[in-house]
């Protein structure tokens, strides 16, 4: 069966330092992979997806970056962190199976909290 | 550019009512449309879906409806228990598209 780990589970981080988020999906091959943040008790933001390695997307201009160095593995990154990027970083992925449909699975998330 | 709202944003129903959440879409080519359950600090997890070629289906205690000429979808919870209570997530994606957009969020409180 297909597992998704993100780490860490928690992290608390002065503003203008950098960040590092991985996500690993277990069991699957070639996946599409997505980052999401969801600020306190609202929905959820696409931040990035990819659908291959080095393949990137972003939805959203801002202070983040991603990269996808192996097939199922995605980094959520920045080079100075800022107060607004606190919130709960979810890390997901769904089948490549080109025109199916897009079932995507989370993982546990990382809480951020900048200060 | 593509939407989904949700509604209520937050229900509280008595233990063993039943509770609805209600979703609506802009994009006519959506055609999946997926519900989440997320309890407190976890995250999202599938607890049932409903395709465009179908327009209710059932699992146990839960249920969701699809009505495509209106792009409306509801989720409907029978004999709710306490262990229901958590933030649900509706979200519709189209063929072959790699975005899911996700509604809001319904916090639903079931009181014992």
């Known amino acids: 069966s297909q597992t998704i780990h993100q780490w860490p589970a928690t992290l608390v981080q002065p503003v203008g330092s950098p960040l590092s988020l991985e996500c690993t999906v277990e069991?699957?091959?070639?996946?599409?992979l997505y980052w999401y943040r969801q600020a306190a008790g609202r929905g959820l933001q696409l931040l990035f997806y990819?659908?291959?390695?080095?393949?990137i997307s972003s939805e959203v201009p801002q202070n983040l970056s991603a990269s996808r160095p192996q097939d199922r593995q995605f980094i959520l990154s920045s080079k100075k962190l800022l107060l607004s990027d606190s919130g709960f970083y979810l890390c997901?992925?769904?089948?490549?199976?080109?025109?199916?449909?897009?079932?995507?699975?989370f993982g546990p998330g990382t809480r951020l909290t900048v200060l | 550019g593509e939407n989904v709202e949700q509604h209520p944003s937050t229900l509280s129903v008595q233990e063993g009512d039943s509770a609805v959440i209600k979703c609506t879409y802009s994009?006519?080519?959506?055609?999946?449309f997926p519900w989440y359950k997320q309890e407190l600090g976890k995250g999202p997890q599938l607890i049932i879906d409903?395709?465009?070629?179908?327009g209710e289906k059932k699992d146990q205690r839960i249920a969701v409806t699809l009505n495509k000429t209106a792009k409306h979808f509801s989720l409907h919870i029978t004999e709710t228990q306490p262990e229901d209570s958590a933030v649900y997530f509706c979200?519709?994606?189209?063929?072959?598209?790699?975005?899911?957009?996700f509604g809001a969020g319904t916090r639903l409180f079931v009181k014992a």
């Open positions: 979200a519709a994606s189209g063929t072959g598209g790699f975005k899911t957009i």
């Open positions: 990819s659908v291959g390695i080095g393949q």
């Open positions: 997901a992925w769904s089948a490549h199976r080109g025109g199916s449909y897009n079932e995507q699975f």
């Open positions: 409903i395709r465009s070629n179908v």
């Open positions: 994009d006519s080519a959506s055609n999946y």
């Open positions: 069991g699957t091959s070639n996946p599409n």
